[in-house]
């Protein structure tokens, strides 16, 4: 939970691009739980 947490609050940092993140999950899926939260990015 804390994982999601954290990688939820690092692609809402205003400072950084959500692009980079996106296609980093994207392109190198670690668990399910990347693959959820690429695909809730995308419907957002």
Not at 33 to 40: G, M, P, Q, Y
Request: no cysteine; aromatic share 4%.
């Amino acid at each position: 939970a804390h994982l999601l947490r954290r990688f939820q609050f690092s692609i809402r940092d205003p400072t950084e691009p959500k692009i980079i993140p996106l296609l980093d999950t994207t392109l190198k899926p670690k668990s399910p739980v990347n693959l959820i939260v690429t695909k809730r990015l995308l419907q957002a």
